[in-house]
């Protein structure tokens, strides 16, 4: 079993930044991927972000170039560093991390993008 803890989430106005937060309860060098997705009302759930053991990260085509993930090990953390937000970024955000075939989901925070 893995719980994660998301963090970070709030209310930001388009063009501002946030970082989100993912602390898990086990190394997460582990992982064979780690990121995040995202769920807006009446959408599916899309990939935001994930990073693999080795390092490598992947990004979601709506937000390349606009977000970063990156880890701590020493911390057990994921984050996710997010500028240029647009309203069309709302969203509630979840942390997963998968390892043999498993995913495990933190429960989510909320991310709001509104002037």
């Known amino acids: 079993q893995v719980q994660l803890v998301e963090s970070g989430g709030g209310l930001v106005e388009p063009g501002g930044s946030l970082r989100l937060s993912c602390a898990a309860s086990?190394?997460?060098?582990?992982?064979?991927?780690m990121g995040w997705y995202r769920q807006a009302p009446g959408k599916e759930r899309e990939l935001v972000a994930y990073?693999?053991?080795?390092?490598?990260?992947n990004y979601g085509d709506l937000v390349k170039g606009r977000f970063t993930i990156s880890r701590d090990n020493a911390k057990n953390t994921v984050y996710l560093r997010m500028n240029s937000l647009q309203p069309e970024d709302t969203a509630v955000y979840y942390c997963?991390?998968?390892?043999?075939?498993?995913?495990?989901w933190g429960q989510g925070t909320q991310v709001t993008v509104s002037s």
């Open positions: 086990r190394s997460i060098f582990t992982a064979n991927r």
């Open positions: 997963y991390f998968r390892l043999l075939g498993v995913s495990y």
């Open positions: 990073i693999i053991s080795s390092g490598s990260t």
